[in-house]
């Protein structure tokens, strides 16, 4: 029922206004010492009304970084992370979603300092709903401890609490257009 009612909500914000939204998520999270310090930068491409962190991954290219998007495995129900340069470089995956060819460069779970996370609403505590998949679940839970995670929202995405599973891993931070949630 939430996860309906707040893609819906999201889904209702003019698109001209997601952009500029969008935009300053983008600047709030390229301020951040986390991502400063980073090498190696995981983020997501995002579809319909998602908040879009297409200006983070340029600026992590810009500053030389290694950045790797998911590519999804449906058979298996897990999730990989692949370098990424270019648009040219991403094929449609399951849903319609864009993921980095299957020949790109895998990167393991280990080597990742900064995991920028989609989600239909963050906790102000960290906390994550998904789509229901559970492929960031599944992931999540192979990456090391220090590694920062990032949940981007716009702020009508985050709310006072969220139901919480045993295998849920928390965010170290959601970033809004006018936020940071610790």
Excluded at 173 to 182: N, Q
Aim: net charge negative; glycine share 6%.
């Amino acid at each position: 029922m939430l996860r309906e009612e707040m893609v819906q909500h999201r889904g209702q914000i003019d698109h001209l206004q997601r952009q500029l939204m969008d935009a300053e998520i983008a600047q709030n999270v390229i301020r951040l010492p986390h991502f400063e310090r980073a090498r190696v930068v995981s983020a997501y491409f995002a579809v319909q009304s998602e908040v879009d962190p297409a200006g983070i991954l340029a600026r992590a290219l810009q500053l030389g970084k290694v950045v790797v998007a998911p590519r999804v495995h449906p058979k298996y129900h897990t999730m990989t992370m692949h370098c990424v340069q270019l648009h040219e470089e991403y094929e449609m995956g399951l849903w319609n979603i864009p993921q980095p060819r299957m020949d790109a460069r895998l990167i393991a779970p280990h080597e990742i300092d900064v995991l920028i996370v989609p989600g239909v609403a963050f906790g102000k505590d960290g906390t994550r709903l998904g789509y229901g998949g559970g492929f960031y679940d599944r992931y999540l839970v192979k990456v090391r401890p220090d590694a920062v995670l990032i949940g981007l929202a716009y702020d009508l995405q985050v709310v006072d609490e969220l139901p919480v599973e045993s295998f849920d891993r928390s965010m170290t931070l959601v970033v809004t257009p006018t936020r940071i949630y610790e």
